[in-house]
């Protein structure tokens, strides 16, 4: 492929660096690009827009055109970066070895710096990084969301059309929002487990922030599982958010913050390993040690917990499933997450253990490399073009005629079950470490049932 670049950016007259002096976009990353453009089809936006300026070489050509003096820091310059959903697809993809990731960090934290966004861009922004960190605060809004769920309340105003008047960004959320269940809500996790035999490694567990209030029962099958094959179980309670939500969107301070509680808590803990079993925050938390490299205090603590993160797919590979596993009649399409496949570079794992479960069909999806469009809060602050990545990514589903979605990131599978509902084809939807925790027989009874029951209903129906 050849170097494009759009003339109307070559002709801009000069002015000064976008940049600040705090650690602006690498120029020795930035010129590791030679520009083949190999990385273009496994970017989601230039997949769906077909621009340059849309391509992962696009924005490395922007960055060095901040850095140089070529372009100013201004809507149409900001433009391209939001709309990258950071989804690391273009790393892999990379001859040249060039860090995506680092360079798109280091270039929103200078957005997030050096750009004064609309009034309610930033209003809603606020609302954001006010509210998902914060389980406490998330909690709090749990029960009325319930109540606005179940009284009927949500289905009125969508029969009437009244959320189809809300702003675009409030439609996302409300259409984002997870099925309730008082009984997760009320549910507490044990603060640790420890097993019948000598326990082969002492684990922590990341419970994650939307994940320990609206999806508890993720948690609660990988603190089963970890028990199960051997593993001393830790929670602390004290646990805050890993600082992922921030640090992709360059909110750089309150990252290295919520980084450096996490470490803390988790070296009170005394743990060997942590296990994550959000893909978004096990690549963030393996990227503490660049994330505060330039604290003193904390720059040696963040690269041994870098090293003690796992993923739990990863690490329920390493550990081996052990025990006769039950089987679960079943055809799944499971969703590669980005941050576990790109970012962290888990792909065979997932696959592995669910296809060592009998009765277990895996569909592979057709552009499992692209992005579904969910990617942390990109669903919320870009709702359209996540919508499209969510509505090309059910299609597939639909087409590879799943009976359940299944991925190991929980934000993914609500993105992808959004498109599902809205092309009128709802399917069940659960994290990898359920159905391991289901076929070595630890869930209850109903939950194996409907596991089983989501197999058979729609084996009925094709
Ligand atoms: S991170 Fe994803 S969206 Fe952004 S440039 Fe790379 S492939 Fe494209
Ligand atoms: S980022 Fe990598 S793959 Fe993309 S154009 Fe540059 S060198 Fe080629």
Not at 301 to 328: F, N, T
């Amino acid at each position: 492929m050849s170097q494009t670049v759009p003339v109307d950016w070559l002709t801009k007259p000069d002015t000064a660096c976008a940049y600040d002096a705090h650690n602006p976009p690498a120029m020795e990353w930035i010129d590791t690009c030679v520009h083949c453009g190999f990385c273009l089809p496994t970017c989601p936006t230039y997949v769906l827009w077909n621009q340059e300026m849309d391509s992962p070489r696009g924005r490395i050509y922007l960055m060095k055109m901040g850095a140089e003096g070529g372009a100013a820091m201004d809507e149409k310059f900001v433009s391209h970066f939001d709309r990258c959903l950071g989804c690391m697809a273009c790393m892999p993809a990379c001859p040249s070895g060039v860090e995506y990731g680092k360079l798109i960090e280091a270039t929103r934290a200078q957005i997030s710096r050096n750009y004064r966004r609309p009034f309610l861009d930033r209003l809603f922004r606020e609302l954001i990084f006010k509210l998902f960190p914060h389980p406490a605060r998330l909690r709090v809004l749990a029960f009325p969301l319930w109540l606005y769920q179940r009284s009927g309340l949500r289905w009125l105003l969508r029969r009437i059309g009244l959320i189809g008047l809300l702003p675009a960004r409030l439609r996302a959320l409300e259409s984002l929002l997870p099925e309730i269940h008082l009984r997760t809500l009320s549910a507490r996790l044990p603060q640790g487990v420890t097993p019948a035999r000598k326990p082969i490694m002492r684990v922590g567990v990341m419970l994650g922030c939307v994940q320990r209030v609206f999806f508890g029962d993720v948690n609660a099958a990988t603190i089963r599982v970890l028990a199960a094959l051997g593993c001393e179980v830790v929670v602390p309670p004290e646990q805050g958010c890993c600082g992922g939500l921030a640090a992709h969107a360059g909110r750089e301070p309150e990252a290295m913050d919520a980084a450096r509680r996490l470490i803390e808590v988790f070296e009170r803990a005394g743990v060997d390993v942590v296990a994550i079993n959000s893909a978004g925050c096990g690549s963030t938390m393996k990227e503490y040690t660049h994330l505060l490299r330039d604290d003193p205090e904390f720059a040696e603590r963040a690269k041994v917990m870098a090293a003690k993160c796992r993923d739990i797919s990863e690490l329920v590979a390493e550990l081996g499933l052990e025990g006769a596993l039950q089987p679960i009649r079943l055809k799944i399409a499971y969703h590669d997450p980005c941050h576990l496949q790109h970012a962290q570079g888990i792909r065979t794992q997932p696959p592995r253990l669910l296809t060592a479960i009998p009765g277990i069909e895996l569909i592979e999806l057709a552009e499992s490399a692209i992005c579904c469009g969910s990617a942390g809060v990109f669903n919320l602050l870009e709702p359209k073009t996540a919508g499209e990545l969510a509505d090309r990514k059910a299609e597939h589903v639909m087409r590879s005629g799943a009976q359940a979605l299944v991925s190991a990131n929980p934000g993914c599978l609500l993105h992808i079950a959004s498109g599902l509902k809205r092309a009128g084809h709802p399917l069940p939807m659960y994290h990898v470490i359920e159905i391991i925790d289901a076929a070595l027989g630890l869930c209850d009874a109903e939950r194996r049932a409907a596991l089983n029951l989501a197999g058979t209903s729609r084996a009925s129906q094709d």
